[in-house]
């Protein structure tokens, strides 16, 4: 049975997310997407408030709040930016947190403090030119010489690649996949000019050319061959972070229209009297409570460690597409000046898009929930 509210503690840490994305981060939020950069003083502010390391433990300079706390910063930082919740999940959720679940305690000891605390940032490069579904076809490889590993190749699409400092990379070696830790700087690996992209505009996103790159030989995620693992461990947390996201950009949507509705007049009288409105209004609302419900009950159970990757995946594919969905009914409230960049909307249409694609697209969402229910003969009930 699902029993869940959030404690004290998680409530104080909601509070001062929104204090911090109402006073400070949303009059910021569409000079970040004309700019296509978010300010360092933001960054800056972002680690100084612990955001960085909300969802790691003590011991690695984290606050504990897990990862039901991690969604709830999401959540309410991409109410006023989804730019920044794109860079902050980069960051978190798959660059920090592929250390975190796969690497050994020297490993963690060595850079989960700089990353925790946002001195450092970092990146998780995955995916390659013919390797985007299909994440096992990576083509980057890795050998062994001597104390170093070798790594040549390329990845593509890669969130903080311009910026970060450290990256969680994936290439091949002669026992599969593997994970590596490589730093900015390192000789012949070099971040490509960021991408000119339709929407998370200031999110910066890059390839990552590595060209006879050596890294120490502890510098390994886990185990050789066993990276695969854990990248889709950490995709799984990922997926959730994401969901968060989504979520505060489909409240901030509601909010939005709304208040657009009860203001707006036509036929002398408010647009927000008119059936028509209001449907959109209340299917807006129902998709909200159906994804909130979804997105913490998830991660109470990634927290509890009892989450099966087919709940990840389900809150991705809903959550993702219900924001789409959200923001063009957003948009139909407001008609034509919704179009317009005078107002938000126009701007939360573009940054929804990507929600279906990244993190694993939506169809590949399908293939994990059906290739699970059919092992599981139908039966996938969560006590």
Same mark, same amino acid.
């Given at each position: 049975?699902?029993?869940?509210?959030?404690?004290?503690?998680?409530?104080?840490?909601? /509070?001062?997310?929104?204090?911090?994305?109402?006073?400070?981060?949303?009059?910021?939020?569409?000079?970040?997407?004309?700019?296509?950069?978010?300010?360092?003083?933001?960054?800056?502010?972002?680690?100084?408030?612990?955001?960085?390391?909300?969802?790691?433990?003590?011991?690695?300079?984290?606050?504990?709040?897990?990862?039901?706390?991690?969604?709830?910063?999401?959540?309410?930082?991409?109410?006023?930016?989804?730019?920044?919740?794109?860079?902050?999940?980069?960051?978190?959720?798959?660059?920090?947190?592929?250390?975190?679940?796969?690497?050994?305690?020297?490993?963690?000891?060595?850079?989960?403090?700089?990353?925790?605390?946002?001195?450092?940032?970092?990146?998780?490069?995955?995916?390659?030119?013919?390797?985007?579904?299909?994440?096992?076809?990576?083509?980057?490889?890795?050998?062994?010489?001597?104390?170093?590993?070798?790594?040549?190749?390329?990845?593509?699409?890669?969130?903080?690649?311009?910026?970060?400092?450290?990256?969680?990379?994936?290439?091949?070696?002669?026992?599969?996949?593997?994970?590596?830790?490589?730093?900015?700087?390192?000789?012949?690996?070099?971040?490509?000019?960021?991408?000119?992209?339709?929407?998370?505009?200031?999110?910066?996103?890059?390839?990552?050319?590595?060209?006879?790159?050596?890294?120490?030989?502890?510098?390994?995620?886990?185990?050789?061959?066993?990276?695969?693992?854990?990248?889709?461990?950490?995709?799984?947390?990922?997926?959730?972070?994401?969901?968060?996201?989504?979520?505060?950009?489909?409240?901030?949507?509601?909010?939005?229209?709304?208040?657009?509705?009860?203001?707006?007049?036509?036929?002398?009288?408010?647009?927000?009297?008119?059936?028509?409105?209001?449907?959109?209004?209340?299917?807006?609302?129902?998709?909200?409570?159906?994804?909130?419900?979804?997105?913490?009950?998830?991660?109470? /159970?990634?927290?509890?460690?009892?989450?099966?990757?087919?709940?990840?995946?389900?809150?991705?594919?809903?959550?993702?597409?219900?924001?789409?969905?959200?923001?063009?009914?957003?948009?139909?409230?407001?008609?034509?000046?919704?179009?317009?960049?005078?107002?938000?909307?126009?701007?939360?249409?573009? /940054?929804?898009?990507?929600?279906?694609?990244?993190?694993?697209?939506?169809?590949?969402?399908?293939?994990?929930?059906?290739?699970?229910?059919?092992?599981?003969?139908?039966?996938?009930?969560?006590?």
């Amino acid at each position: 049975m699902f029993d869940f509210k959030f404690t004290e503690e998680q409530n104080m840490l909601r /509070d001062m997310v929104k204090d911090f994305a109402n006073n400070e981060l949303r009059p910021l939020a569409a000079k970040i997407d004309e700019e296509e950069a978010i300010p360092p003083e933001i960054i800056k502010k972002i680690a100084e408030l612990g955001l960085f390391g909300a969802a790691f433990p003590v011991e690695y300079g984290g606050s504990g709040f897990g990862e039901v706390g991690y969604c709830l910063v999401q959540e309410n930082i991409s109410r006023a930016c989804m730019s920044t919740a794109t860079m902050i999940g980069a960051h978190v959720s798959i660059g920090t947190n592929t250390i975190f679940l796969g690497g050994s305690e020297e490993l963690k000891q060595k850079y989960m403090p700089q990353l925790t605390s946002g001195e450092k940032i970092a990146a998780f490069a995955l995916t390659e030119q013919g390797a985007g579904s299909d994440a096992f076809n990576l083509k980057t490889k890795a050998e062994l010489d001597g104390d170093h590993w070798v790594i040549n190749g390329e990845k593509l699409w890669i969130t903080n690649g311009p910026f970060a400092d450290i990256f969680s990379v994936f290439a091949r070696t002669k026992r599969g996949i593997t994970g590596f830790v490589v730093e900015k700087g390192t000789p012949g690996f070099t971040p490509g000019a960021p991408e000119k992209k339709m929407g998370i505009r200031g999110s910066k996103t890059s390839s990552l050319t590595f060209d006879n790159v050596r890294i120490p030989k502890e510098n390994i995620i886990g185990q050789d061959g066993k990276g695969f693992l854990v990248a889709m461990h950490t995709l799984d947390a990922g997926r959730l972070g994401l969901g968060a996201a989504a979520l505060g950009g489909m409240k901030e949507l509601l909010e939005l229209s709304t208040k657009y509705a009860r203001e707006r007049k036509q036929f002398d009288e408010p647009i927000s009297n008119f059936q028509a409105v209001q449907f959109m209004l209340a299917d807006m609302a129902t998709m909200i409570y159906e994804g909130e419900s979804l997105v913490y009950r998830t991660a109470n /159970d990634y927290d509890n460690k009892t989450m099966h990757p087919r709940q990840a995946a389900i809150v991705k594919l809903v959550l993702s597409e219900h924001l789409s969905k959200c923001a063009d009914l957003a948009m139909q409230v407001y008609g034509g000046m919704g179009f317009s960049r005078e107002v938000p909307i126009e701007r939360f249409y573009r /940054d929804a898009r990507i929600n279906r694609i990244f993190e694993g697209t939506n169809e590949i969402q399908k293939m994990i929930i059906a290739r699970d229910v059919i092992k599981r003969k139908g039966n996938i009930e969560i006590m």
